[in-house]
C-alpha cells in the first residue's frame, strides 16, 4: 500500500499550526480512507482536542493584544441554558450598538458559556474585538461580576486561553461567534516529508532547529508526536510563530533543547 506523508499548514496571524501525517492508498491522490473507529473515551478525548485547536486558530487569525477578554458571572442565576444565552445575546448587542454610536468599528467577538459541575452557576468567556475600552466593556454587563483584561499573548499565542474557555461548554456548540471572523483555511501539500523524515522529527521532537529549518521565518513554540501502532505511521503537531513577533526569543538567547 503507498504511503506519502501530508502537511497541512494553517496560518493565523502571527502563528503557524502544522500537521505531518501518513496518507495511505487511493487517499494519496484524494480519495477516501478506511479509518479504524476509535473507541468512546479516545473519540472524546480526539473530539475535544480537535475543538481546542479550531478555537485557538480563530483567536489567532481574528484578535491581537489591542484586544480583550471579558469574564461574566451573574448575581442572579439565569433559570435554564436559554436564558443564559439569552442574556448574552443582549449583552453582545448593547456592546455593538454602543461601538457604532461610537464610532469604533465592528464588533468581532468569540463567546463561551459555561457551568459549573452538578448544576453550578453559569458564566461567559468572552474575546472582544474592536476597540472599545475595559471599563465601557464591564459597565454593560448589567447582571453580576465583570473582569476584562488585555489578550495574553505567549509563544503559544492564546492556547492556554483557547483550553481554558472551552474546556466544558454548555450547550451543542461549543462557542458561537461574529460573522466576521477569519476562518483560516489549511494549505496541504504532499510529498516533501518522507516517512523516513518524520520518524526522525519524532525521535528528535525536542529539537526546535529541525522544524524551524522546515518553515523559515518562524520559531518553534511547541512539538508533539504520536505514533500510530495500528498503521505504523508518525503523525506530528507543531505550533510556530514569526521569527519578529514582539514576544520572539532574541537569536542570541536561542540553543537546542
Known sequence: MRTVYREKRYFCGEYLDAYIYPVFGPAAKGGKRIRRKPSTEAQKKLNQRHREEKLVRLLHANFTPADMEIHLTYRVQPESDEAAKKELTNYLRRV????????????????????????????????????IDRDTLESLWTNGYANSRRLQFTEEGL???????V????????????????????????GRISGRRARELADNIQDSTQFEALYPGYLLAKAEAFHNDVNG?????????????????????????
Open 233 to 257: 505511521g508518525c503523525y506530528l503537531v507543531a505550533r510556530l510563530y514569526k521569527q519578529d513577533s514582539s514576544f520572539a526569543k532574541k537569536p542570541a538567547i536561542r540553543r537546542r533543547n
Open 159 to 165: 492556547a492556554g486561553l483557547g483550553h481554558y474557555i
Open 167 to 190: 474546556k466544558s461548554p454548555v450547550g451543542k456548540k461549543a462557542w458561537t461567534a461574529s460573522k466576521n471572523l477569519v476562518d483560516p483555511e489549511p494549505r496541504t501539500r504532499d
Open 96 to 131: 455593538r450598538r454602543y461601538m457604532k454610536k461610537n464610532g469604533l468599528g465592528e464588533l468581532k467577538y468569540i463567546a463561551v458559556t459555561e457551568r459549573g459541575k452538578r448544576g453550578g452557576r453559569y458564566h461567559h468567556h468572552v474575546t472582544i474585538g474592536g476597540g
